[in-house]
């Protein structure tokens, strides 16, 4: 073993960042296939669905580097301004060029030096950017040119054809979707390469902003892992590490994972740290058994802290009601609200409005609230998870549907093997 390459486990696991080792194309779907597809004038908008954590993001970064492609995040977009600041940004070119004439033989004005016969640009945002160019030995020509970045945004990307890829889109305000979408629309008829990356149940906002997107819209759905597709990750991680992980074992970590990659390569990372495993072993160990810790740390680790705010709720203006547990703790309405969610063990799923009001009945040991109460109280923690700094909130209340949707599978995770106190 000692001639065998080693690799630390840090980098063959990656919970949250782009695997190498670990990366599953998942060939039968043929996701890369379709997805690079809209490379060549596909001429439609691409929304590339699933629930967060199932590695959207992978799979188009494998297929859309983020250095050849203009790549924005949905969660920090705060303005319009500010998505076409950073487009020009991402894009490298300016907003403002001015330069001055000089007969003297070196170039004179904010870029200094020999121009050498070169084009020499300077570039920045929002503020001056200054272009020198000799034209002959003793004398430099001098332009000036105003612009803004939307109008300097949406011609490069006419020109260049570098892809726009906008990462968590149902984050952006309706809006910023509804304007992005009328500029994009042109774009894409042109033959530039338009992903939006965004959860299932708002894979239709491109539409709802837009109307005249109808029929200009392609999904591709990337679904829950399968087991057989999760057990790849332990399978071809723990070999690079001189480690033989028990089909038994892995099978549990994929069960545990609720179709998630992300949760796999956290349980594989932790399993690392449990048995001391930081880099690849000399000599090669099994693991035949797992211990439940490992996954309560992780529930720990992730979902402690939204699970957190949610019970705590809105700040209330006088202390609430304290209602009791069938298992004898006290607890107010928004703790009893969890303990019922916990009780259905959800995994990334819509849960029916009766089938909280059931569970809520289940775990109580008193009279349930009232209905109103507790489509309240769903709203309200609807609200708060989507203030919550991640780009996409835990769970979304329909109240027109009566539906409780549950989008992360850190959270589901939690309701599951975290602490409920």
């Given amino acids: 073993m000692h001639d065998k390459k080693k690799y630390k ?13 670990t990366y599953n194309s998942r060939s039968k779907l043929n996701l890369e296939e379709k997805l ?43 303005s319009e301004e500010g998505l076409w600041l950073e487009i020009v940004r991402q894009l490298g070119i300016y907003i403002d060029e001015t330069v001055s004439k000089s007969k003297n033989k070196k170039t004179q004005g904010e870029i200094k030096g020999e121009a050498k016969g070169q084009l020499m640009l300077a570039f920045e945002l929002g503020g001056k950017a200054s272009v020198s160019q000799a034209i002959k030995e003793g004398e430099s020509k001098t332009q000036s040119r105003k612009g803004d970045p939307k109008t300097s945004a949406i011609k490069y990307l006419k020109e260049s054809k570098t892809p726009l890829i906008i990462d968590d889109f149902h984050y952006i305000d309706r809006n910023q979707q509804a304007k992005l979408v009328r500029v994009v629309k ?37 679904p829950h892992w399968e087991i057989e597709e999760l057990i790849e990750i332990p399978k071809s991680g723990f070999k690079a590490l001189n480690v033989d992980v ?10 545990e994972s609720i179709g998630s990659p992300h949760l796999m390569q956290d349980f594989c990372r932790e399993l690392c740290n449990t048995n001391d495993i930081e880099e690849t072993l000399d000599d090669k160990i099994v693991i035949d058994s797992i211990d439940d810790q490992i996954f309560r740390h992780v529930a720990q680790n992730t979902g402690r802290v939204i699970f957190d705010k949610l019970s705590r709720g809105p700040t209330a203006r ?13 607890t107010d309405i928004y703790g009893l609200t969890l303990h019922a969610l916990a009780d259905l063990k959800p995994g990334l799923d819509k849960i029916e409005y009766e089938a909280i009001r059931t569970a809520i009945k289940r775990v109580s040991a008193q009279s349930p609230p009232q ?15 989507t203030s919550d700094e991640s780009s996409t909130p835990v769970i979304e209340w329909d109240k027109e549907e009566g539906v409780l949707y549950v989008t992360d599978p850190f959270f589901a995770f939690y309701l599951r093997w975290g602490k409920m106190d």
């Avoid at 202390?319 to 006290?330: C, F, K, S, V």
Wanted: charge should be positive; glycine fraction near 8%; hydrophobic fraction near 40%.
């Fill in 9 to 21: 486990a840090k980098e063959v696991f990656i919970p949250g960042g782009q695997p190498t080792m």
């Fill in 36 to 78: 690079a597809d809209v490379k060549e004038y596909h001429n439609k908008l691409v929304m590339m669905t699933g629930h967060t954590k199932l590695g959207k993001t992978v799979l188009t970064r494998k297929v859309f580097p983020k250095d050849k492609t203009v790549w924005l995040d949905g969660g920090s977009v705060s």
């Fill in 186 to 222: 042109s774009l894409i008829f042109e033959g530039l390469p338009v992903v939006f990356i965004t959860i299932p149940h708002r894979r239709f906002d491109a539409m709802k902003v837009e109307r005249e997107m109808t029929g200009r819209i392609d999904n591709i759905t990337v």
């Fill in 246 to 255: 028990t089909l038994k074992v892995a099978k549990k970590l994929a069960e």
């Fill in 318 to 330: 006088k202390d609430r009601l304290q209602r009791e547990l069938r298992n004898g703790e006290p």
């Fill in 371 to 385: 209905g109103n109460e507790i489509t309240r109280v769903l709203d309200r923690m609807s609200e708060i998870a």
